[in-house]
């Protein structure tokens, strides 16, 4: 794993796009996994400025898999994943829509062996980009959840659907079930790129990135993974023991070697 402490969310947002860019510049038939949420899109705000600015790649042959959908709400929901992530990013970056595959909400039954299938059709997710939330969670999967999990439904904690409350009217507009990708789906990707700024998720990054492996922390599993890359502003990495080290090897990494 490798731990990047930089000094602000615009400075995340550069690299990570940069990371994104050269990702697909190396193969114009990546796939990419896509989170929603406020900790990527400063990234997806950067992307859409470049693609409009005529400096990016082309996303043309671009797939894209969500990590996870809301249950319950009707197709086309302004709040649902596919829809935002069609919003805030793909439709901005002329990526086909039919080349955007999220979890299938309305046969939740079946929709996670089939979203496995799918990911694997299509060769495995090249780059995935992660969120982590202020109790360690990943994607959808809330602590306790199972380190070798794949695509299945679950029920919020009533934290996360406060947190998500924002997005909604009320808390009572947020839905109890999610489909969300498992820990062990996640960890097929061949690069996580996992993107966290603020004081409220400094605790939560420590037991991430220093912390012991455990599902108390389903961020932790990370620290399996053989292509890691934590994307931290001052904040996010203010309880970090080894945040001065993390600089050093950071500042020193040749510069045609990228994340």
């Given at each position: 794993m490798e731990v990047v402490p930089l000094a602000t969310a615009a400075d995340i947002a550069v690299l990570a796009a940069d990371t994104i860019e050269a990702q697909v510049r190396t193969n114009p038939r990546t796939v990419l996994g896509l989170a929603t949420g406020s900790s990527p899109l400063p990234t997806y705000q950067e992307l859409i400025r470049r693609h409009r600015e005529g400096t990016a790649p082309s996303y043309d042959e671009v797939r894209c898999f969500t990590l996870d959908e809301?249950?319950?709400?009707?197709a086309g929901h302004p709040e649902s994943y596919r829809e935002t992530?069609?919003?805030?990013?793909?439709?901005?970056?002329?990526?086909?829509?039919?080349?955007?595959?999220?979890?299938?909400?309305?046969?939740?039954?079946?929709?996670?062996?089939?979203?496995?299938?799918?990911?694997?059709?299509?060769?495995?997710?090249?780059?995935?980009v992660l969120g982590i939330g202020a109790d360690g969670h990943l994607a959808f999967n809330e602590p306790g959840s199972s380190l070798a999990s794949s695509t299945r439904i679950k029920t919020l904690t009533e934290q996360t659907r406060q947190d998500n409350a924002r997005?909604?009217?009320?808390?009572?507009?947020?839905?109890?079930?999610?489909?969300?990708?498992?820990?062990?789906?996640?960890?097929?990707?061949?690069?996580l790129l996992l993107v966290a700024t603020g004081a409220a998720k400094a605790e939560a990054i420590a037991a991430a990135v220093e912390g012991p492996l455990s599902a108390s922390c389903p961020a932790s599993v990370l620290q399996l993974h053989p292509h890691a890359s934590v994307l931290l502003d001052e904040a996010a990495?203010?309880?970090?023991?080894?945040?001065?080290?993390?600089r050093e090897v950071y500042a020193a990494k040749p510069e045609w070697q990228g994340l």
């Open positions: 809301y249950v319950g709400l009707p992530i069609f919003r805030e990013l793909t439709d901005e970056l002329g990526i086909p829509r039919d080349r955007v595959s999220s979890p299938d909400a309305s046969d939740p039954q079946h929709a996670g062996s089939r979203y496995e299938e799918a990911i694997l059709a299509a060769g495995g997710v090249d780059l995935q997005f909604f009217g009320s808390v009572d507009e947020v839905p109890r079930h999610v489909l969300t990708q498992g820990l062990g789906t996640i960890l097929r990707a061949r690069h990495a203010s309880g970090l023991a080894r945040a001065a080290h993390d």
